[in-house]
């Protein structure tokens, strides 16, 4: 392990791990925040927590044609593996 052998060093280590906690704290909060607000707006309007919350982090994303290609590849996938729709269109 490498520790810094200089105290003045030690304490800006200290210093900067002291920073990156307050910014976990503050990181915390905001979920809270986030699970607070995605409860409030689910009960007001009936949409479920899930849908609001992958909106929300698609709008931040924005990375809507990403998601759309991942939910048709996964019902592709889903129907050729699970259902064997696939099959049974290519045999008809």
């Known amino acids: 392990m490498s520790l810094p052998s200089n105290p003045r060093d030690r ?5 900067a791990i002291g920073e990156i906690t307050n910014c976990l704290l503050r990181i915390d909060s905001e979920r809270e925040a986030m699970k607070e607000i995605i409860s409030a707006a689910s009960s007001q309007y009936g949409v479920d927590k899930k849908m ?3 909106i929300a982090t698609t709008m ?5 044609s ?3 290609a991942e939910n048709e590849e996964f019902e592709l ?3 050729s593996l699970v259902e064997g729709r696939k099959d049974e269109e290519e045999a008809a």
């Open 11 to 15: 304490q800006k280590l200290k210093m």
């Open 52 to 54: 609001i919350r992958k």
């Open 60 to 64: 931040y994303k924005h990375n809507y």
């Open 66 to 68: 990403d998601v759309q």
């Open 77 to 79: 996938l889903y129907e």
